[in-house]
C-alpha cells in the first residue's frame, strides 16, 4: 500500500527513476554486446568528382587481422548504388599485413581486369591508399604486389593490359 502512495505522490521522482534505471540498463546492454569498430571507407562517386563514403562496422579482432578485414571489406565494394567499386568482382587480398608500419598488401590477379575506360590501377590504389591512411593513421607506407609481383603507382599496368 505504501508503494501505491509514493507513486500517487510523487509522480515525478518515480517516472525519473524508472527512466534512469531503463537509460543504466540500455547503456550495459549496448556496452556488452558491443563487438565491433566503426571504420570509414571511401569510393568514387558515380554522380560527381568526389568520394562517396560509408560508415561500417567490423568486428573487432586482435592484431593485424584488422587491416586484413578492413581491406577485404574494401575489396567487397561499395553497398550504395552512388559509388564505385574500387577493384572487379572476384579481387581478392592474397596477403595483407603490417610490419614496421609498411603495409604490404598483395591482390589476386583479376585487380588487373579492365572494368572502367576511365580507371587506371594507380587511381584505384591511391583509392585503396586513402582509405587505409584514414582509418590506420599508424601506417606510414603501403606496399602493393598483384600475384607477388611488385607494383609502383606510376606503373603502366592498365596498358599493358588491354
Known sequence: MSIIRLIKSDRRFFLFTVLSFLFVFSFIFFVVNYRGSRYHFYFESTDTDGY?????????VK???KI?????????GPSIQR???V????????FCFEQNKILYLNLSKEALYDFSESASIGHNLKI?????RANFPQVKGIEFFIEGNSI?????ISEKNR
Open 52 to 60: 562517396e563514403m560509408e560508415i561500417r562496422q567490423i568486428p573487432s
Open 63 to 65: 592484431g593485424r587481422e
Open 68 to 76: 586484413q578485414l578492413f581491406t577485404e571489406e574494401l575489396l567487397l
Open 83 to 85: 559509388a564505385k567499386r
Open 87 to 94: 577493384f572487379p568482382v572476384g579481387t581478392r587480398a592474397l
Open 128 to 132: 585503396i591508399e586513402k582509405n587505409i
Open 152 to 156: 609502383k603507382f606510376d606503373d603502366k
